[in-house]
C-alpha cells in the first residue's frame, strides 16, 4: 500500500509543471546577483553580457522540461523539497539531519516509505551545483596561473596556445554550470517549493482554512511576478553579504528552513485576495523572496570563489591551487 502511495504522489504531483518564479524571475535573480558579485570574482562573470547569459540560463532547467523520459521523471524532483508540518520530509529526515548523499538520502526516506522522487532532492541540487561551482573556479584559476607563471616554466608557444584555449573553454564551462545552478537557488526562495502543501493546502488538518484547491502555486509565482513585481521593487530590497562561517550543508539547511518558515504567510496573504489584486504588502513580500533568492545566489558564488583557493587538483599528482597560483608548482604536471 506504502509503495502504490508513492507511486500515486509521483504521477499526481504538480511539482512536475511547476516552475518558480517563472522565466521573469529567474531572470531577475541570475541578473541581479550577477550584477552585484563582489570584486574578487573574476572580471568575466560581471560582464553585461554575462549577467544576461546568467539570467537566461538560470532558466533552462524549466526550458529543457518535456524532453522525454527519463530526463522529466529523473530532474524534475531536483525542483523541490516535501517538508511536513513537523518540519520532516515527507515524514523522514528533517532539515538540520540530512544525510550527506542523495543515494542515502533516498534509503532514508524508503524506511519511511517514500523516496527521492516523490519528495524531492533540491537540498542536493543546492550542494551539488556548489561543489561543482567550487571545482570549475579551481580548474579556472589554474589556468590563470598557468598564463601568468608560462615564462618561468618555459612554456612552448604550443603550450602557451593550449592554456589560452583552456581558459576560455574553462570560463564558457562555468558561467554554463554557474547559470543553471542559479535556477534551483531561485526555487529555494519560493516557500511552496519547500512543502506538501505546494498547491493548495490539500488534505489534513487545516485550521486557519487556507485554499484547498490547486492554483495558487501557478498564481503567486508567474502570474502575480510577470503583471506586479519590477526588477527595481526586487533590488531595493537586495540585502548585504551575509557571512555564514559554515559548511554549504549548513548554508543550504538554513536557507531552506527560512524560505519554508514563509509557508503560512503566502496562504495568508491569498486568504486575503493580495495575489488576486495587488496590495502592498503582497508586493514586498514576493519582491522580498525572489531578492533574498539573489542575495543568497550572490553570497553562495562569493563563497564557492573564496573556497575554491584551498582546493587541490589531480589525481596522480596533486596539486594545489595555492602552488599553482605562487608559480610553486607548474600546471603542465596535471595536463
Known amino acids: 500500500m506504502r509503495r502504490l502511495l508513492v507511486v500515486l504522489l509521483m504521477l499526481t504531483s504538480s511539482h512536475g509543471t511547476a516552475q518558480a518564479w517563472g522565466g521573469k524571475g529567474h531572470r531577475i535573480i541570475g541578473e541581479l546577483a550577477a550584477r552585484n558579485f563582489p570584486a574578487s570574482i573574476p572580471a568575466f562573470l560581471k560582464t553585461p553580457q554575462a549577467q544576461f547569459q546568467i539570467g537566461q540560463l538560470a532558466g533552462e532547467p524549466d526550458i529543457s522540461r518535456g524532453a522525454g523520459q527519463p530526463h522529466d521523471w529523473d530532474l524534475d524532483p531536483g525542483h523541490f523539497v516535501d517538508l511536513d508540518d513537523q518540519g520532516k520530509i515527507m515524514g523522514g529526515p528533517a532539515l538540520p539531519a540530512l544525510p550527506a548523499s542523495r543515494r542515502d538520502y533516498d534509503t532514508a526516506l524508503r524506511t519511511v516509505g517514500s523516496n527521492q522522487y516523490a519528495a524531492g532532492y533540491l537540498p542536493y541540487n543546492l550542494m551539488g551545483g556548489w561543489q561543482q561551482l567550487v571545482k570549475d573556479f579551481a580548474i579556472l584559476r589554474m589556468t590563470i596561473a598557468a598564463q601568468k607563471h608560462a615564462t618561468k616554466f618555459s612554456m612552448t608557444r604550443a603550450e602557451r596556445e593550449r592554456f589560452t584555449r583552456e581558459r576560455a573553454l574553462r570560463e564558457m564551462l562555468t558561467l554554463r554550470d554557474l547559470g543553471w545552478w542559479a535556477h534551483f537557488v531561485g526555487d529555494a526562495s519560493q516557500p511552496l517549493h519547500t512543502s506538501i502543501h505546494y498547491d493548495g493546502w490539500g488534505e489534513g488538518p ?33 540585502r548585504p553579504y551575509r ?62 570563489w573564496v573556497e575554491s583557493g584551498e582546493v587541490t587538483l589531480g589525481y596522480k599528482t596533486p596539486i594545489t591551487v595555492k602552488d599553482l597560483e605562487s608559480g610553486r608548482a607548474d600546471p603542465r604536471a596535471l595536463n
Open 243 to 304: 557571512a555564514c562561517n559554515c559548511t554549504v550543508q549548513r548554508r543550504v539547511q538554513d536557507y531552506l528552513t527560512a524560505s519554508w518558515a514563509e509557508l503560512e504567510p503566502t496562504y495568508q496573504l491569498d486568504k486575503d485576495g493580495a495575489f488576486d489584486r495587488a496590495t502592498p504588502a503582497s508586493i514586498a513580500f514576493t519582491a522580498a523572496r525572489i531578492a533574498e533568492a539573489a542575495s543568497q545566489l550572490r553570497d553562495l558564488v562569493a563563497d564557492a
Open 206 to 238: 487545516n485550521p486557519r482554512r487556507y485554499i484547498t484547491a490547486k492554483g495558487l502555486h501557478a498564481k503567486f509565482e508567474t502570474d502575480f511576478v510577470d503583471t506586479h513585481i519590477s526588477e527595481p521593487d526586487v533590488a531595493a530590497r537586495l
